[in-house]
């Protein structure tokens, strides 16, 4: 009987996995909400793990972190986490892209990101549309720059979009459901036109043998935090877990890590 991680390495994404009940991912969205209350807006600020224990909490559960064992192996890396937000009857969108073309990694199958609904994710809310098998054809062409609302950083889109259109799966997630997609997968999703806000954590994990750009120098790559396993390469310098929530000193690293993120991501 096929797996999820099989219908992940065949279709590049798997949608509707059961991480959290409801109520406990309603729970983790009071967690946000409080710390947007006193931290300002969280949507696509790199590395929450390093400051929320809510976040630290659903990235390193031990379901999910087997889930992702079966897909990129036993040593894994939490690189990366971010909410990514959109706020209820806005026009905001993100555009065709693959990560991947963006995160300068060495090994594209070393790497699996989730998203985890804190809020419904319907095709009303904006939820995310994917390209069943795109993974398989490696890195399309990308364009940057776009202004008709999209969210990714640098505007980053995939010019003759047409044909994605027609061969994208919605996929609607319900609070505490998770998606996964490789770094290859082709996805992008649409306006927020419901009543509610789209909450979503987004996860990525690497196997410690990637790195990012050409470099193998110790601690070039970035930074990361060994979840599952060993590190035997040390191309990431360690990031920390919190021990306490909004602990002064960690926002105050966790700032520095989401700039040195932001100022890394590559184009082309």
């Avoid at 990560?99 to 990694?105: E, I, Q, V």
């Avoid at 120098?217 to 021990?243: C, L, M, N, W």
């Amino acid at each position: 009987m096929a797996t999820i991680a099989d219908s992940y390495h065949a279709n590049g994404y798997v949608g509707a996995v059961e991480i959290t009940t409801p109520q406990e991912a309603s729970t983790h969205r009071r967690a946000l909400e409080e710390a947007e209350s006193q931290l300002g807006p969280l949507h696509y600020i790199d590395k929450v793990h390093t400051v929320l224990m809510s976040a630290w909490d659903l990235c390193t559960r031990p379901a999910v972190l087997d889930l992702v064992e079966e897909m990129i192996g036993p040593d894994i890396l939490l690189y990366n986490s971010t909410y990514i937000i959109k706020e209820p009857s806005t026009a905001a969108k993100i555009n065709w892209h693959q990560d991947l073309t963006y995160w300068g990694l060495s090994d594209p199958d070393a790497q699996v990101s989730m998203w985890l609904a804190l809020a419904p994710a319907t095709a009303e809310s904006g939820c995310m549309r994917m390209v069943s098998g795109s993974h398989r054809h490696g890195q399309l062409e990308h364009a940057t720059g776009s202004n008709d609302g999209n969210l990714l950083l640098k505007g980053q889109y995939i010019p003759q979009a047409d044909d994605l259109e027609v061969a994208a799966a919605v996929c609607s997630l319900e609070p505490g459901q998770a998606s996964f997609h490789h770094g290859w997968t082709v996805h992008a999703s649409g306006p927020n036109q419901s009543d509610d806000r789209r909450i979503g954590l987004n996860v990525q994990y690497v196997a410690p043998h990637t790195h990012v750009g050409a470099s193998q120098e110790p601690g070039a790559s970035g930074t990361a935090i060994v979840v599952r396993g060993s590190d035997q390469h040390s191309y990431f310098g360690p990031d920390k877990a919190p021990t306490t929530n909004l602990d002064p000193q960690a926002i105050v690293r966790w700032r520095e890590l989401d700039a040195a993120m932001k100022a890394n991501f590559q184009i082309g």
